[in-house]
C-alpha cells in the first residue's frame, strides 16, 4: 500500500508541476487540453439571433461543416445571460457538441464576476473562457481575486481559456501572466483577427507565437470570419494552426459567418506549411510589462530569489538572466532572447516539478 500511495503521490505531483506558472513540459497536442479546446469551434455572441435562435438548426448547422464546440456567452462582468441555459447545453450537448460558455470581466467587481463566471459550470458548460480586454488593463489585483475566486468555485481541474489581444507588446500593462499564471487558465486564445489589424494572416499568426508562447500554455487561436474574411486567408489560418501545432481552433463570429466561408471551415483539407520558427520577444534592460513580469517568475521559479516580478527589467533581472545564461552555456547578453526563453522554461519547470516530487515523496513516506 505504501508504495501505491507513493506512486499516486508522484504522478500527481508530475502532472501538477507543469502547471504552475502556466509551464508545459512538452509541446501541446490536442491529447493534452480537454476536447472542447481541441477541435474546430464557433464562437455565438447572441443565441437568439444565431439561426433564427433555433438550437436544432444550430446543430445542423455544426454537424454540416465540422464544427466540433460552440462557445456561448454566459455572462457580461457580474450579470449571467439568460441565454446560457442548462435546458439548450443539454440539448447542443445531447447532439455531440462540445459546449463551453464565456464571460467578457471588467474587473471592477472581480467576486462579483467570479460568481457569474461560475455559474457556466452549474448551466452544463464544460468550460469556461475569459474574455479580458482594455478594460483590464493595470489591474494585477482584480486579476488575481477573479481567478482565486473562479478557481474556489469551479474546482482546480475545471478548464478555462483566456482571451485576449494577440501582440501583447501592444498591451503590455494587461495581465495575462496572472490569467495564464498558476492555477488560471490551462489554455491561451489569442484574438488573431488580421483584417481588424490591418495586415496578413502569416504576420499576425507568426507575432502571436513569438509574443505567447512565453506564458507555456496550449494556443488555441481565434481567426475571423467577419469582417467578410477572404477563403483563403481561413485557408492560411487553418494551415498555420497545424503547422505550429495547435490543439484547435476557433472562429468569431457565427452570425457574420457567409455560406462561402462555412463552405471553407467544413473543407477537410488543410495546407501543409513550413512556416518555421516564430521566434521569442527580445527583452533588456529598461523594457516593462507583462512579458517582463513572466520571465521574471520564471527566473523567480528557476532560483533567482533576488529578483522580484514587478515588470521592470533593472539590475537585479540582468543578472539573473546573465546567471543563468553562463551556467547553461549560452551567449552572455543579459537579454530575454531566442536563445534564452527556452532555457528558462525548461530550467523553471524542472525545478518545479522536482521541488514538488521531493515534497509528494516526504508526504507519502
Not at 446543430?59 to 455572462?75: E, F, P
Not at 488580421?194 to 496550449?218: F, H, K, L, Q, S
Amino acid at each position: 500500500m505504501a508504495l501505491n500511495r507513493t506512486h499516486r503521490w508522484l504522478v500527481a505531483a508530475t502532472i501538477t508541476a507543469a502547471a504552475l506558472l502556466g509551464l508545459q513540459a512538452q509541446p501541446a497536442t490536442a491529447a493534452r487540453v480537454h476536447p472542447a479546446f481541441a477541435t474546430q469551434a464557433m464562437w455565438i455572441w447572441q443565441l437568439p439571433k444565431t439561426e433564427g435562435g433555433s438550437v436544432e438548426r444550430i446543430i445542423a448547422r455544426a454537424r454540416a461543416n465540422r464544427i466540433g464546440a460552440v462557445y456561448i456567452k454566459s455572462a457580461d462582468a457580474g450579470n449571467r445571460w439568460s441565454q446560457f441555459s442548462a435546458a439548450a447545453v443539454s440539448q447542443l450537448k445531447a447532439a455531440g457538441l462540445r459546449v463551453c460558455g464565456w464571460q467578457f470581466v471588467y474587473g471592477s467587481r472581480p467576486l462579483t464576476e467570479a460568481a457569474a463566471g461560475a455559474a457556466a459550470k452549474a448551466a452544463g458548460a464544460e468550460c469556461l473562457i475569459i474574455d479580458a480586454e482594455s478594460a483590464y488593463k493595470g489591474k494585477y489585483s482584480s486579476a488575481a481575486s477573479y481567478m482565486k475566486e473562479l478557481r474556489r468555485r469551479v474546482g482546480n481541474s475545471f478548464p478555462l481559456g483566456f482571451t485576449s489581444f494577440p501582440y501583447v507588446s501592444f498591451h503590455t500593462t494587461l495581465p495575462y501572466s496572472v490569467f495564464l499564471g498558476a492555477r488560471g487558465a490551462q489554455v491561451n486564445m489569442p484574438q488573431v483577427y488580421w483584417r481588424d489589424i490591418g495586415t496578413t494572416v502569416t504576420t499576425a499568426m507568426t507575432r502571436t507565437w513569438r509574443e505567447n508562447r512565453i506564458y507555456g500554455r496550449p494556443i488555441v487561436p481565434i481567426g475571423q470570419t467577419y469582417q467578410s474574411a477572404p477563403v483563403s486567408d481561413i485557408a492560411r489560418f487553418r494551415a498555420f494552426a497545424r503547422a505550429w501545432d495547435a490543439p484547435g481552433y476557433s472562429w468569431w463570429e457565427w452570425s457574420t459567418t457567409s455560406a462561402r466561408q462555412w463552405a471553407a471551415l467544413a473543407n477537410r483539407n488543410v495546407s501543409r506549411i513550413n512556416p518555421g520558427d516564430p521566434g521569442w520577444p527580445a527583452l533588456g534592460r529598461g523594457a516593462k510589462g507583462d512579458p517582463v513580469r513572466q520571465g521574471q517568475r520564471l527566473l523567480i521559479a528557476s532560483g533567482y530569489r533576488a529578483v522580484k516580478a514587478n515588470g521592470i527589467f533593472g539590475d537585479a533581472t540582468a543578472a539573473a538572466v546573465r546567471s543563468l545564461q553562463e551556467s547553461r552555456k549560452i551567449e552572455v547578453t543579459g537579454m530575454l532572447d531566442s536563445a534564452t526563453w527556452p532555457v528558462l522554461m525548461k530550467v523553471a519547470a524542472a525545478r518545479i516539478t522536482g521541488r514538488r516530487l521531493a515534497s509528494a515523496a516526504r508526504r507519502s513516506s
